[in-house]
Protein backbone atom coordinates (compact mmCIF):
# COMPACT_ATOMS: atom_id res chain seq x y z
CA UNK A 1 0.00 0.00 0.00
CA UNK A 2 1.02 3.43 -0.74
CA UNK A 3 2.48 5.30 2.03
CA UNK A 4 2.84 9.28 1.62
CA UNK A 5 4.60 10.92 5.04
CA UNK A 6 4.58 14.81 5.51
CA UNK A 7 7.31 16.37 7.63
CA UNK A 8 8.44 20.48 7.49
CA UNK A 9 5.13 21.89 9.59
CA UNK A 10 5.41 24.11 12.26
CA UNK A 11 4.97 27.63 13.79
CA UNK A 12 6.75 30.58 11.88
CA UNK A 13 5.98 34.44 11.89
CA UNK A 14 4.12 36.20 8.76
CA UNK A 15 6.42 37.12 5.94
CA UNK A 16 8.67 33.82 7.10
CA UNK A 17 9.28 31.12 5.16
CA UNK A 18 8.81 26.67 5.54
CA UNK A 19 9.53 24.08 3.38
CA UNK A 20 7.12 20.92 3.61
CA UNK A 21 8.33 17.33 2.26
CA UNK A 22 6.15 14.25 1.05
CA UNK A 23 8.16 11.07 1.67
CA UNK A 24 6.52 8.33 -0.61
CA UNK A 25 7.02 4.75 -0.37
CA UNK A 26 5.58 2.12 -2.80
CA UNK A 27 5.04 4.18 -5.74
CA UNK A 28 7.28 6.86 -7.54
CA UNK A 29 6.44 10.11 -7.42
CA UNK A 30 8.43 11.01 -10.71
CA UNK A 31 5.59 8.96 -12.53
CA UNK A 32 2.77 10.41 -11.08
CA UNK A 33 1.21 13.36 -10.53
CA UNK A 34 1.29 14.44 -6.91
CA UNK A 35 -0.83 17.50 -4.54
CA UNK A 36 -0.81 19.25 -1.81
CA UNK A 37 -3.85 20.83 -0.02
CA UNK A 38 -4.29 22.16 3.04
CA UNK A 39 -7.53 22.32 5.58
CA UNK A 40 -7.72 25.02 7.91
CA UNK A 41 -10.31 24.79 10.85
CA UNK A 42 -13.88 25.52 9.71
CA UNK A 43 -13.73 24.99 6.58
CA UNK A 44 -13.47 22.56 3.75
CA UNK A 45 -9.80 20.70 2.27
CA UNK A 46 -8.59 22.87 -0.46
CA UNK A 47 -6.03 22.46 -3.41
CA UNK A 48 -2.79 24.39 -3.04
CA UNK A 49 -0.28 22.69 -5.82
CA UNK A 50 0.20 20.24 -7.46
CA UNK A 51 2.30 19.09 -10.24
CA UNK A 52 2.17 16.62 -13.30
CA UNK A 53 4.64 14.10 -14.18
CA UNK A 54 5.75 16.38 -16.93
CA UNK A 55 6.59 18.80 -14.71
CA UNK A 56 3.95 21.09 -14.89
CA UNK A 57 2.51 22.91 -12.20
CA UNK A 58 -1.02 24.60 -10.75
CA UNK A 59 -1.28 26.85 -7.98
CA UNK A 60 -4.35 28.02 -5.75
CA UNK A 61 -4.72 31.59 -6.53
CA UNK A 62 -4.05 32.38 -2.56
CA UNK A 63 -0.34 31.15 -3.06
CA UNK A 64 0.91 31.91 -6.79
CA UNK A 65 4.14 33.61 -6.39
CA UNK A 66 4.65 32.80 -2.63
CA UNK A 67 4.80 28.94 -2.83
CA UNK A 68 6.64 26.25 -5.06
CA UNK A 69 6.15 22.75 -5.61
CA UNK A 70 8.51 20.34 -6.63
CA UNK A 71 10.08 17.44 -6.51
CA UNK A 72 13.23 15.28 -6.20
CA UNK A 73 13.39 11.75 -7.95
CA UNK A 74 16.12 10.48 -6.68
CA UNK A 75 14.69 10.89 -3.09
CA UNK A 76 10.71 10.15 -3.99
CA UNK A 77 10.40 12.98 -2.07
CA UNK A 78 7.70 15.75 -3.07
CA UNK A 79 7.81 19.89 -1.74
CA UNK A 80 6.49 22.73 -0.96
CA UNK A 81 8.22 25.95 -0.44
CA UNK A 82 6.17 28.25 1.23
CA UNK A 83 7.28 32.05 1.23
CA UNK A 84 5.91 34.98 2.36
CA UNK A 85 3.65 33.32 4.93
CA UNK A 86 0.68 34.73 6.04
CA UNK A 87 -1.54 34.00 8.87
CA UNK A 88 -4.26 32.30 6.33
CA UNK A 89 -1.74 30.06 5.52
CA UNK A 90 -2.22 28.68 8.90
CA UNK A 91 -4.15 24.93 8.18
CA UNK A 92 -2.77 21.39 8.56
CA UNK A 93 -1.19 20.55 5.21
CA UNK A 94 -1.59 16.97 3.21
CA UNK A 95 0.29 15.45 0.43
CA UNK A 96 -1.72 13.56 -2.17
CA UNK A 97 -1.13 11.12 -4.86
CA UNK A 98 -1.14 9.37 -7.50
CA UNK A 99 -3.50 11.76 -8.77
CA UNK A 100 -4.97 12.63 -12.08
CA UNK A 101 -3.91 14.96 -14.60
CA UNK A 102 -5.92 16.63 -17.03
CA UNK A 103 -6.27 19.43 -19.29
CA UNK A 104 -4.07 21.50 -16.45
CA UNK A 105 -6.25 20.20 -13.69
CA UNK A 106 -5.42 17.82 -10.54
CA UNK A 107 -7.78 15.25 -9.81
CA UNK A 108 -7.77 13.69 -6.27
CA UNK A 109 -6.95 10.14 -5.92
CA UNK A 110 -4.76 7.58 -4.33
CA UNK A 111 -3.56 8.52 -0.90
CA UNK A 112 -3.25 11.14 2.05
CA UNK A 113 -0.52 11.18 4.04
CA UNK A 114 -1.22 12.20 8.16
CA UNK A 115 -1.05 15.80 7.70
CA UNK A 116 1.18 18.69 8.72
CA UNK A 117 0.85 22.02 10.63
CA UNK A 118 1.61 24.38 9.79
CA UNK A 119 0.46 27.83 12.21
CA UNK A 120 1.70 31.71 11.14
CA UNK A 121 1.49 33.60 13.91
CA UNK A 122 3.28 36.25 16.11
Known amino acids: QVQLVE ?3 GLVQPG ?3 RLSCAA ?6 DNAMGWYRQAPGKQRELVAAIARTGS ?3 ADSVKGRFTISRDNAKNTVYLQMNS ?3 EDTAVYYC ?3 G ?3 SGTYYTSGYWGQ ?6 SS
Open 16 to 18: GSL
Open 57 to 59: TIY
Open 100 to 102: TWY
Open 7 to 9: SGG
Open 115 to 120: GTQVTV
Open 96 to 98: NGP
Open 25 to 30: SRMRTS
Open 85 to 87: LKP
